[in-house]
């Protein structure tokens, strides 16, 4: 059974980096058709999909946060990892890993991790 684990520090300074890392077992992160996507939910809001990476490496963005985000894989360790830079307040969420087949959309999701922008 796959299963996705998210990891990272809790509390992040305005103006700095987010970095999450999501490991995942029981499956690769390079089989043909899967993608890696981190999605996250601020309080009160709605999900946000934030950005994916596919198992050949290529990655996709939301619009509205490609500026700032970037995903990236480390095969060797079968993971994934966030980076979202230049955090505010705003970017406070329950940041999930989720993967996603590309044919039929089926999802696994990891349990969210919150993670506070705060001085």
């Known amino acids: 059974q796959v299963q996705l684990q998210e990891s990272g520090p809790g509390l992040v300074k305005p103006s700095q980096t987010l970095s999450l890392t999501c490991t995942v077992s029981?499956?690769?992160?390079?089989?043909?058709?899967?993608?890696w996507s981190w999605i996250r939910q601020p309080p009160g809001k709605e999900l946000e999909w934030m950005g994916a990476i596919g198992y050949s490496g290529s990655t996709y963005y939301s619009p509205s946060l490609k500026s700032r985000a970037s995903i990236s894989r480390d095969t060797s360790k079968n993971q994934f990892i966030l980076q979202l830079n230049s955090v505010t307040p705003e970017d406070t969420a329950v940041y999930y890993c989720?993967?996603?087949?590309?044919?039929?959309?089926?999802?696994?999701w990891g349990q969210g991790t919150l993670v506070t922008v705060s001085s």
């Open positions: 029981g499956g690769s992160i390079t089989t043909y058709r899967y993608y």
């Open positions: 989720a993967r996603r087949e590309s044919v039929f959309g089926v999802e696994v």
